[in-house]
């Protein structure tokens, strides 16, 4: 795609840099002067969190280009927001319940539930009847 004057100034502006970092956002210039824009690819898609007063290029140049050379920020999805957590701010702690009441509840229930495993295999052990 030929990109003109006024053209790279509106992205230049968008962007927030210099033509030279067009590659960052997916406009790769190419030796003709011509610039060339890929497709996203869905399975290559991956989304990042950048803190709120952070910049997002600045980010990517620290957090991503490192990792991943060849990947782009695609401005058509950027999106700013906020996000809460929800735990953190509306979390009411409820105490917990003392050992000893736990441990009781344990034995109550191995107590119920003892012999209920035999009755649902099967496995019914003959009794003993003790004659005096």
């Known amino acids: 795609m030929k990109l003109n004057a006024s ?3 509106t992205l230049s502006e968008r962007f927030g840099r210099s033509f030279e970092d067009f590659g960052d956002f997916g ?3 190419q030796k003709d002067g011509s610039y060339l824009t890929y497709e996203t690819n869905s399975d290559l898609r991956d989304a990042e969190s950048v803190p709120l007063k ?3 290029h600045d980010y990517f140049l620290t ?5 991943v050379d060849e990947a782009w920020i695609n401005m058509e999805s950027v999106k ?6 929800f735990n953190k701010y509306f979390y009411q702690h ?3 319940r003392n ?3 736990v441990t009781n509840d344990i034995l109550a ?3 119920q539930a003892e012999g209920l495993i035999a009755d649902i295999l099967g496995l019914h052990q003959p009794s003993i009847k003790v004659v005096a």
């Open 7 to 9: 053209t790279i100034r």
């Open 94 to 96: 409820k105490t917990l």
């Open 54 to 56: 952070g910049n997002i």
């Open 109 to 111: 229930l191995e107590e």
């Open 80 to 85: 700013i927001g906020y996000e809460i957590s």
């Open 63 to 67: 957090e991503v280009k490192p990792h």
């Open 99 to 101: 050992l000893e009441d």
């Open 27 to 29: 406009y790769f210039i």
